[in-house]
């Protein structure tokens, strides 16, 4: 059974702080991890993927990843009200050779200014 | 904006009734997956397409539930007999490569079943 576990949250942050979003995961053959943004009532936007070992950034976005701690997260540095949303932690198993995305259940991020 | 999209936005059925939700992928792309969020639950994977294959079912629900993408048109994931238990949102991706590839979702499909 391939599960992901994310900090169940809710997380609260002020404005201009960061804020850190983890998340593990049960299978070792693991290989692409993304990181979804959702706001209530939308669908799941695409904002992080990382498949190396490592930190990989993009604006304020860092994701981390240790696949031999089967962890990865999401920093958001510099947190703004806009950012208030569900996040969702999501993984690919290559070992599968198929498509299929194993999500958890996400943790609701508030940053109030 | 060659986005996914999904049709109808919302959808209100009878129980029994037929369900017929519709999804065109991201211009380019060729894979397809359907997902359900049911209210305060995470996202569930239903099905993976190509093309005029089915590759991965696991997900779905072995009655009432099936799914095709066609040569030309959209894919459409149908339920049969719908109960009040099929409220859910309904969510598309689609992605340009398979095996892990980044997945892009439609703006989903609201059933409500009363």
């Known amino acids: 059974q391939k599960e992901v576990e994310q900090n169940s949250g809710p997380l609260s942050v002020p404005e201009g702080a960061i804020a850190s979003l983890n998340c593990t995961y049960s299978d070792r053959g693991s290989q692409s991890f993304f990181w979804y943004r959702q706001y209530s009532g939308k669908s799941p936007e695409l904002i992080m993927f990382i498949y190396s070992n490592g930190d990989k950034e993009d604006g304020r976005f860092t994701a981390q990843l240790n696949k031999a701690s089967q962890y990865v997260s999401l920093l958001i540095r510099d947190s703004q009200p806009s950012d208030s949303a569900t996040y969702l932690c999501?993984?690919?198993?290559?070992?599968?050779?198929?498509?299929?995305?194993?999500f958890g259940r996400g943790t609701q991020l508030t940053v109030w200014p | 904006n060659a986005g996914v999209m999904q049709n109808p936005r919302h959808l209100v059925r009878r129980r029994g009734q037929e369900a017929r939700l519709r999804c065109s992928p991201m211009k380019g792309h060729s894979h397809v997956y359907w997902y359900r969020q049911l209210p305060e639950e995470g996202l569930k994977f239903m099905v993976y397409?190509?093309?005029?294959?089915?590759?991965?079912e696991s997900g779905m629900p072995k009655e009432r539930f099936s799914a095709e993408f066609p040569k030309e048109g959209p894919s459409i994931l149908r339920i049969q007999q719908v109960v009040r238990g099929d409220s859910a949102a309904y969510f598309c991706a689609s992605s340009l490569g398979q095996g892990g590839a980044e997945q892009y979702f439609g703006p989903g499909t609201r059933l409500t079943v009363t």
């Open positions: 397409l190509q093309k005029e294959n089915i590759i991965d």
């Open positions: 999501a993984f690919f198993d290559r070992g599968s050779t198929l498509g299929r995305l194993y």
